[in-house]
């Protein structure tokens, strides 16, 4: 059993300096041109926040891991765990809500300052900023805390009569009591011996409980889209491929009218940043700023599709096999993510939104696994909370670019400003709370008696004001849905090339 506990700590160790250095990797060459050498503070947040986000959803597999030390003691009391798992999740909880609600803006606030003041002015005004919210982010925290921080536990109170002590055990279908009864007290106690024991919750478990709420609302709504569009998008990109390359004349033809629309853009861009510098930053210029950053971004693909239809220089023949391969290659993974998320979606409903779940699905999947090799079904359960948070990202972007009143802020190798980096990230770390909580109850067979199951399955979901958007699965229905529509939504339109918009002009 230490051997165990050992080699634990040495893997946990080993794994969290591979994230440290696998971010770090991601943002070196994520990063935008412009940020080199500069902007180092959003950096380290970046680098941070991600390191936060991956380690809190391997500790879910680390905890599984970590309660099979115990598995010869009769209760997990009988021995020492290496790892003090409720611990280490409070901590990277609170650390989580912390870089979110905290650090996160302000160094967004930072990073979009006014370049032309300085550096003391900027610290100041994204100050500012984040002392405000803290505020009103305490004063709510301490007001919620101080009226409703009370868990509510449904108990049955049970008595019976006493009867003397048997000298012998006779037990069979008809007699499964002593004292010669059919049913023990347990199981033929009425309704009405059902009690509500209420308790107060902890500070920490209270901050963690209201995170994971807003979380689980961005959750259902992005991740719920992100898991159908994530690997229907892959599989239309293949679908709306450039079949061949098109002439020298269509070439110029498209490169022109992409050249117009540039120029619109540009010209779009000079008006609004004059609006900005005139102190003229309504709700009118904020959405008009949103739809250019959209056209952009669409003007961006539209220009890479044109490259990849016409290749030029020595090497076109070259370019051209890479195009297809990559299409291949979108192709295959999106077959293979439609297959984990037609999985997901099949397990939420049989497991979890039918009641008695019809099967454990999944769970025996993760159990059968780690029969075969001890780390299979731990590295298998770890990939299929990872792809969540691929689908809630997914999700954002889908609807950034179709919803005015979200931000887009798309991840681009090479070219992603650290704005759209702190974006995703916090997103990616509000999301994380929730991605934890949705797979230690998706998979409670799995990771039962685990301390991220003490935390997030009994006293989240006994949490006073809360605990009914559990019981009646409130979230799980609102994932279930929108991935069906957002999948109708694909068979309908997704097979469509997208026609180029006209001319741009801003809403006045």
């Known amino acids: 059993m230490g051997d165990f506990n050992l080699a634990l700590v040495i893997v946990a160790i080993v794994v969290c300096i591979l994230v440290f250095i696998f971010n770090v990797y991601l943002l070196v060459n ?17 680098v941070l926040g991600l390191s936060v986000a991956a380690i809190s959803i391997l500790m879910l597999p680390a905890d599984v ?21 409720k611990d280490l999740w409070l901590a990277i909880y609170i650390l989580d809500a912390v870089l979110v609600f905290f650090v996160i803006p302000f160094a967004m606030f930072y ?3 006014d370049q032309e003041k300085s550096v003391g002015k900027r ?23 101080g009226l409703i921080g009370k868990v509510d536990f449904t108990v049955m109170h049970l008595s019976s009569t006493t009867t003397s002590f048997p000298s012998t055990w006779d037990f069979s279908s008809s007699q499964q009591c002593i004292g010669g009864t059919h049913q023990c007290s347990a199981y033929s106690a009425s309704a009405s011996s059902e009690k509500t024991w209420t308790m107060r919750t902890t500070f920490p478990e209270y901050v963690v409980a209201l995170a994971t709420i807003v979380g689980s609302v961005l ?6 889209v992100g898991i159908a569009c994530l690997p229907l998008g892959l599989i239309f990109a293949f679908i709306r491929r450039p079949k061949a390359v098109i002439t020298r004349s269509q070439y110029i033809k498209e490169a022109t009218e992409l050249g117009k629309k540039a120029r619109e853009l540009k010209k779009a861009a000079d008006s609004l940043r004059q609006e900005e510098k005139s102190g003229s930053k309504g709700r009118k210029w904020r959405k008009n700023v949103k739809a250019v950053e959209k056209e952009l971004l669409q003007l961006e693909e539209d220009v890479k599709l044109l490259e990849e239809m016409y290749p030029q220089g020595e090497k076109a023949e070259t370019s051209w096999a890479l195009t297809i391969l990559g299409y291949l290659a979108k192709l295959v993974l999106g077959i293979l993510g439609l297959i984990v998320s ?17 099967s454990p699905f999944l769970n025996e999947v993760f159990i059968k696994l780690d029969d075969i090799w001890g780390l299979l079904g731990t590295a298998a359960f770890a990939f299929f909370c990872f792809y969540l ?11 950034g670019l179709r919803l005015v009143f979200i931000t887009i802020h ?40 685990t301390a991220a199951q003490e935390i997030f399955g009994h006293t989240l979901q006994s949490l006073r004001g809360i605990r009914y958007l559990y019981k009646y699965n409130v979230f799980q229905i609102a994932f279930v849905c929108l991935a069906g529509l957002t999948f109708v939504y694909y068979a309908a339109f997704g097979w469509r090339r997208r026609k180029p918009s006209g001319r741009f002009q801003l809403s006045t």
Not at 30 to 46: E, L, R, S, T
Not at 219 to 224: L, M
């Open 111 to 113: 990073y979009e300052g």
């Open 342 to 358: 037609v999985a997901w979606v099949a397990h939420i409903v049989i497991y979890l939104l039918i009641n008695p779940p019809l």
């Open 410 to 449: 798309p991840m681009k190798w090479g070219a992603t400003l650290m704005n759209s980096f702190l974006f995703n990230v916090g997103l990616i770390l509000l999301c994380s709370i929730s991605v934890i909580q949705f797979c230690s109850t998706a998979f409670a067979y799995y990771a039962q008696a």
């Open 123 to 145: 610290i100041k005004s994204a100050l500012l900023w984040v002392a405000t919210t803290a505020v009103v982010c305490g004063l709510v925290l301490g007001i919620l805390f």
């Open 389 to 399: 948070l691929l689908a809630v990202i997914a999700g954002a972007m889908m609807l």
């Open 219 to 224: 959750f259902a709504i992005f991740g719920g």
């Open 30 to 46: 994520y990063q935008h041109p412009d940020d080199a050498n500069q902007a180092y503070f959003p950096k380290f947040v970046v």
């Open 65 to 85: 891991a970590n309660r099979q030390a115990c598995r010869h003691s009769i209760y997990n009391g009988a021995c020492n765990l290496t790892l003090p798992m």
